[in-house]
């Protein structure tokens, strides 16, 4: 049995996409029977084929809400899924902006591609699914994108949370308690708060709100100013007391039954 992740950058918000300083590429969730891609932006593909992943096998694709730097190579991704568009297959997840668009967010996946899928389902806050081997549930957001969601999955391991970009509110600590390991979009340092995203402080809060606090905290989708990484793990894991690393392409960490482990793949 295996549960596992891998990032294909760590990198978000505008400057950081455009000058691809940290990759965009979003990240993976492997098990036994699940290939699932979660918000591959712009290269995406290329650091798939860096990293030597076959897209192939790709068999669910999540897609957060409408921001360019979580949905660019969507459309690749379900190309890989459908063998070329020759097969119907595979699963879309997304919110309802991201799948069938509202006012001025225009869905990001076409018609056309999402025809050759099996299932393609809106997720909305709360709403959960069966997935492969394992159990999504969709959780709160506040961000430009009213519809963005991210996510709870449940594996034969335990939880794993991702943020998605959002502000902290106070939704977040029920939607992660408990998670084994939780994946927060992080996009600046210390106290510097910007809207619609978690800075380092509103980390620290939201970790020390929990009733269970998650083993690991991943930090992803940080932005130009967030300089030095590994200081600010250090600083939140001072703060919280649990282990905090910071996302990079090529981390693989690999969820086991009591434990975890990570290491970079090349």
Not at 67 to 79: A, F, K, L, M, Q
Not at 161 to 189: C, H, M, W
Not at 204 to 230: A, F, R
Request: with cysteine; charged share 25%.
């Amino acid at each position: 049995m295996r549960v596992e992740i891998i990032f294909l950058g760590c990198g978000g918000g505008r400057w950081a996409t455009i000058t691809q300083k940290k990759a965009t590429g979003g990240f993976r969730i492997h098990t036994n029977e699940l290939r699932m891609h979660v918000d591959p932006g712009p290269g995406a593909i290329v650091r798939l084929n860096e990293l030597k992943i076959s897209p192939w096998r790709t068999n669910a694709l999540f897609i957060s809400h409408c921001h360019p730097d979580h949905y660019t190579d969507g459309e690749i991704i379900v190309e890989a899924i459908t063998q070329g568009m020759t097969k119907k297959r595979g699963v879309f997840l997304g919110s309802l902006s991201v799948v069938e668009g509202f006012g001025e967010y225009e869905y990001v996946v076409s018609k056309y591609h999402q025809s050759k899928l099996e299932e393609v389902r809106v997720l909305y806050p709360g709403d959960s699914a069966e997935l492969y081997d394992t159990t999504i549930k969709a959780t709160h957001t506040k961000h430009g994108d009213p519809f963005g969601i991210g996510f709870r999955l449940s594996t034969i391991y335990g939880d794993i949370g991702y943020t998605s970009d959002t502000e902290f509110i106070p939704q977040l600590i029920e939607d992660f308690d408990g998670v084994r390991i939780l994946i927060a979009n992080i996009v600046r340092k210390k106290n510097e708060r910007i809207k619609g995203h978690l800075c380092s402080n509103d980390a620290i809060d939201l970790i020390n709100s929990m009733n269970k606090k998650p083993e690991l905290l991943i930090m992803n989708h940080m932005g130009v100013k967030m300089t030095n990484p590994q200081i600010e793990a250090e600083y939140i894991s001072q703060n919280t007391g649990i282990e905090v690393i910071p996302a990079r392409l090529g981390l693989k960490v690999e969820l086991l039954n009591g434990k975890y482990k990570y290491q970079l793949i090349k």
